[in-house]
Nanobody, 128 residues
């Protein structure tokens, strides 16, 4: 059974950095994608970033406009694991962050519906 687990959330000040980690277990993922989404209180879930790979090659990395240049997604080679490095955090980044696994590495990486498995979420709170 596939499981997706996030870690690394916390409470920080504006301008600080955090690194989230996501690990998928239960299946060999030689060709897959992992995405990060977030949901702020009272708002819809939104796409944050994604990375897709095939064997050791990264097929692509994508970012929402709101986080471009501040957030960076990376994959740990040979592991079903990605990091989301979040720099220069802003209060509007406050949300629950969810990691999701796409077994097909779809080109519709910003659509939550293409993801097969989801983590429970990790809270990120950015104070002014």
């Amino acid at each position: 059974q596939v499981q997706v687990v996030e870690s690394g959330g916390g409470s920080v000040q504006a301008g600080d950095s955090l690194r989230l980690a996501c690990v998928a277990s239960g299946r060999t993922l030689s060709h897959a994608g992992m995405g990060w989404f977030r949901r702020a209180p009272g708002k819809e879930r939104e796409f944050v970033a994604s990375a897709a790979w095939s064997d050791s090659s990264v097929l692509g990395r994508h970012y929402a406009d709101a986080v471009k240049g501040r957030f960076f997604i990376s994959r740990v080679n040979a592991k079903n694991m990605v990091y989301l490095q979040m720099n220069n955090l802003k209060p509007e980044d406050t949300a629950t962050y969810y990691c999701a696994l796409d077994l097909e590495a779809s080109t519709y990486y910003d659509h939550s519906g293409v993801y097969d498995y989801w983590g429970q979420g990790t809270q990120v709170t950015v104070a002014t």
